[in-house]
């Protein structure tokens, strides 16, 4: 159950951030955190990772949602032992729902979190997603190394 509070913690503090910045930032510009380093970027992303795919928006619905059914479904059959698992499914849902909202609400994905060296800019569920996807294939390579 923690991990679903997490999840729903991830969530809101994706949506958050997402409100914050598109308030704060104006279309177009950038707010510098760490200058030269950091920045809070707001950008339009109409496809999949990197901007892949524009414009298939209804397929990224449709997966998305069939993604997170999925997830629920494993998260609910783990047991209680592998918590490194779970917690992997709530991150990696969390920031599935957090972009789903988006694409259903705006038509697109908010991205702002722009890294210099990092090719593309992103968002708190991204963040969620690949650290979550990260302790899922931890977790997997654990149990099959036991």
């Not at 109409?46 to 449709?62: E, K, N, V």
């Not at 999925?70 to 918590?83: D, K, N, V």
């Not at 569920?125 to 149990?143: N, Q, S």
């Amino acid at each position: 159950m923690r991990f679903v509070l997490i999840g729903a913690a991830i969530v809101a503090l994706d949506q958050l951030t997402k409100a914050l910045v598109g308030r704060t930032v104006p279309p177009g510009g950038a707010r510098p955190v760490i200058p030269g380093l950091l920045s809070l970027r707001p950008a339009e992303n109409f496809g999949a990772a990197f901007g892949f795919f524009p414009r298939w928006t209804l397929l990224f619905i449709a997966i998305a949602v069939v993604a997170v059914s999925l997830m629920a479904y494993w998260y609910r059959r783990l047991t209680w032992q592998r918590q490194a698992a779970k917690a992997g499914l709530a991150l990696a849902a969390a920031g599935a729902v957090g972009n789903l909202i988006d694409r259903v609400r705006f038509g697109y994905v908010r991205d702002f979190i722009d890294v210099r060296w990092y090719p593309a800019i992103f968002n708190v569920a991204d963040v969620a997603i690949v650290v979550g996807i990260g302790l899922l294939l931890i977790a997997l390579w654990r149990e099959e190394a036991r």
